[in-house]
């Protein structure tokens, strides 16, 4: 059994690799939580230079609506290997998956409801 740290370590490292094989590069940050029942990942720096691009040269709303459904779409296309990794570290099952991505900050959210809160092992304090 891992502890809670090192259950969000494994699933930051699997996002991690599918944003390099997925997406053409990795974030330049990553964070992980996981809280009870639900896995939350924080990816900051995800955009590529053509994104951002993309989303300064159109007017602002066609920019962000068209970068927010190319990422929507490859998230979905690509959703059964992320919800199989983190099935795989966790043990549980995933439930739903959410997604986001700021267009302004290039931060994206990814959050992954699973059946259970899955178990870890506590560790002990001296």
């Known amino acids: 059994m891992k502890t809670q740290g090192e259950l969000e370590a494994a699933i930051g490292a699997g996002i991690n690799r599918f944003e390099q094989e997925f997406m053409g590069r990795g974030p ?3 964070q ?23 989303a300064q040269s159109l007017p602002a709303e066609k920019g962000r609506d068209l970068l927010k459904q190319v990422r929507t779409h490859l998230v979905e296309s690509a959703r059964p290997v992320m919800e199989g990794m983190v099935e795989e570290v966790t043990g549980g ?20 409801t699973l059946d259970a809160a899955p178990e870890v092992r506590t560790l002990k304090r001296s």
């Open 28 to 30: 330049k940050e990553i």
């Open 32 to 54: 992980t939580h996981l809280i009870g029942d639900l896995v939350v990942v924080r990816l900051r720096g995800v955009l590529t230079a053509a994104e951002q691009h993309l």
């Open 93 to 112: 099952k995933v439930v739903s998956v959410h997604h986001d991505i700021s267009t302004i900050t290039g931060e994206e959210v990814l959050l992954f």
